[in-house]
């Protein structure tokens, strides 16, 4: 069962943690975390591209020429997909991207990354995230005192206005419930600050 330190906003050790095997010792399957970073990448797709078909472009309806005697190739309409500035057959139309993930793969690919993480020693756990303002130069030194450099994410149990105003003008700073917790978050910041309540939580909501 793996351990680590609990600090303060001060990089002062104030105790230690034990950690679930399920959870944070977990083996890393890279196959389900690509299959759920694929999804949450799908699911954020706008799909709004969209071409005309013949019936949006503009042109007149009428026949060009008359069907029989002039020589020329038979036409219907100058909107047809045969002519220039005409409709286009089988183009891209609005649609959504998003598919279903069965649930037990996500919290697989989650358990996963939470894993890497403390096998990277890439987590820290903070007591908690009790600010005494919400300037943002004030949350800088706080992830500065405690090494996180520049791509870190931040995660907490609930609602935290001090934190979420102070971090949401930090460039490479993501605050995130652990209840909207993703791989995709994970993966993409180089360092996870956390809460022990928030810990605690996702210890329980991930055990197998």
Avoid: C
Avoid at 31 to 41: C, G, K, M, Q, T
Avoid at 70 to 94: D, E, K, Y
Avoid at 176 to 199: D, G, M, Q, T, W
Wanted: charged share 25%; aromatic share 4%; no cysteine.
């Amino acid at each position: 069962m793996p351990s680590v330190e609990v600090k303060n906003l001060e990089n002062v050790r104030v105790g230690t943690m034990e950690l679930a095997d399920a959870v944070f010792a977990a083996p890393v399957n890279k196959s389900l975390l690509y299959e759920s970073v694929r999804n949450y990448l799908a699911s954020r797709r706008a799909g709004t591209h969209a071409t005309k078909t013949r019936s949006m472009v503009a042109g007149s309806g009428r026949k060009l020429w008359k069907q029989k005697g002039t020589g020329r190739a038979r036409i219907g309409s100058i909107r047809s997909p045969l002519w220039r500035h005409g409709g286009t057959v089988h183009g891209p139309q609005p649609r959504s991207y998003s598919y279903k993930l069965p649930r037990k793969m996500l919290l697989g690919a989650l358990r996963s990354a939470l894993s890497a993480k403390v096998a990277e020693q890439q987590m820290t756990v903070v007591e908690t995230f009790a600010l005494d303002n919400h300037k943002t130069k004030a949350l800088r030194q706080i992830l500065d005192r405690l090494e996180s450099g520049q791509s870190v994410l931040l995660v907490d149990l609930g609602a935290n206005d001090k934190l979420e105003r102070s971090s949401r003008n930090l460039e490479g700073v993501e605050l995130l419930s652990s209840i909207r917790l993703h791989p995709y978050h994970l993966l993409k910041y180089e360092r996870l600050v956390i809460s022990k309540p928030a810990v605690e939580k996702l210890q329980e909501a991930l055990q197998p």
